[in-house]
């Protein structure tokens, strides 16, 4: 029995749990006619439950009954609807700066390109430690934080390139059109929305951050493109064809090269391969999870940053052939302008929901009256 012990904690470079490694004991789990790669497995199968289990008992306590599949929840775990979760490991500091760089070179090729006084979104340090960390060879990656991103991720995301004007095309002047208090606003939600560690703001900066609106990976553009996407979708799954035509490229150089216009459906049909071949997608991996709040089984798949995660996103999308598409509703609240997916006849997005608007009309209508003492109760 010890002699396996050693043989697993050697695979695993480290010691195992004790308190795993006694309950596989009790079931005579351990009785020599299973081969040490088959245990290390098993061993590892069950570290992983057992993770899990004091997770979440000390998150949120056991789970108390459940709401069942069709029943409307408050909570934030995956909608039976959504179909699919995207998991981002993502980096939270303690707070969120906009910084100016005197100067970002980057080498494309055998030319440099250096850039002056450039904006970039940095996080500050200390970097908040994650209470569940992800582990890698048993090391503990504390500074991840894995977050289930879902559909009104990409909303989001796309309500902060609300005012970009994709037919316009990019330039210096697209990020003007981006609020960055609502950037700042994203970060110290789901902490730094892309960073690179290879890219000049740490190599040259030694700071954690992604460049606003010059280089590589910046993130203005990626709000570009991102909306860009979305709008050929909504173009698509509307048959709009004039504004398939102004926004996809490929409808022009084809006219061109053909000599010939194409006609609506074809131009359509262009457009439905652009949104895949335009797709900057990396491959990814794709297993099934199972929630046991809303007792549905869901895909899940990974992403490397929020960005990314919303192409996911939008690739489901289209991947439902317009069934979450059809769903997809704006927001009637002026201020607001939010996509949401909803039914036919929802007008406010979940966070201009009557509901939730009342609650917290009361909560304040609470706080005022409590003279701050039910505020600093909460
Ligand atoms: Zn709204």
Redesign the pocket.
């Known amino acids: 029995m010890d002699k396996i012990k050693e043989a697993i904690e050697k695979s695993l470079g480290r010691p195992v749990d004790e308190k795993v490694w006694g309950v596989l004991q009790e079931e005579e789990y351990l009785d020599g006619s299973y081969s040490v790669g088959i245990l290390l497995e098993e061993y590892k199968h069950y570290e992983k439950v057992a993770k899990r289990l004091t997770a979440s008992s000390s998150a949120e306590g056991p789970v108390v009954g459940r709401v069942r599949r069709g029943k409307k929840r408050s909570g934030k775990s995956p909608r039976p609807d959504s179909l699919a979760t995207v998991m981002c490991g993502l980096v939270h500091f303690s707070d969120y700066t906009i910084e100016t760089l005197p100067e970002v070179k980057w080498q494309i090729g055998e030319k440099v390109h250096v850039y002056k006084d450039v904006d970039a979104v940095v996080g500050i340090p200390p970097v908040i430690v994650s209470a569940n960390p992800k582990t890698v060879s048993g090391m503990p990656l504390d500074s991840i934080h894995e977050t289930c991103l879902e559909t009104d991720t990409l909303f989001e995301v796309l309500h902060l390139a609300r005012n970009i004007d994709v037919l316009r095309g990019f330039s210096l002047e697209t990020s003007k059109e981006i609020s960055t208090s609502e950037v700042l606003d994203l970060c110290r939600k789901y902490g730094l929305l892309r960073f690179d560690v290879s890219g000049p703001v740490w190599m040259q900066h030694r700071k954690h951050g992604v460049l606003l609106n010059r280089g590589q990976g910046n993130l203005a553009y990626g709000l570009f493109a991102l909306k860009w996407r979305f709008e050929v979708f909504r173009a698509v799954l509307s048959e709009q064809h004039d504004v398939v035509r102004d926004l996809v490229p490929d409808v022009w150089f084809r006219e061109r090269f053909l000599k010939r216009g194409l006609s609506d459906e074809e131009a359509l049909q262009v457009a439905k391969e652009w949104l895949c071949e335009g797709s900057t997608l990396r491959p990814i991996t794709i297993f099934p999870t199972y929630d046991n709040q809303s007792d549905a089984f869901i895909l899940t798949t990974s992403a490397p940053d929020i960005l990314e995660a919303c192409h996911v996103h939008l690739s489901l999308m289209l991947v439902g052939n317009g069934d979450l598409g059809r769903n997809l509703l704006v ?1 009637q ?1 002026p201020h ?3 996509y ?1 997916t909803g039914h036919g006849n929802a007008k ?2 979940p ?2 929901d009557r509901r939730t608007l009342w609650s917290r009309r009361k909560r304040n209508e609470e706080r005022s009256a409590g003279n701050g003492k039910e505020a600093r109760e909460r």
């Open positions: 927001c609240n607001c302008g939010r949401f406010y997005c966070n201009c």
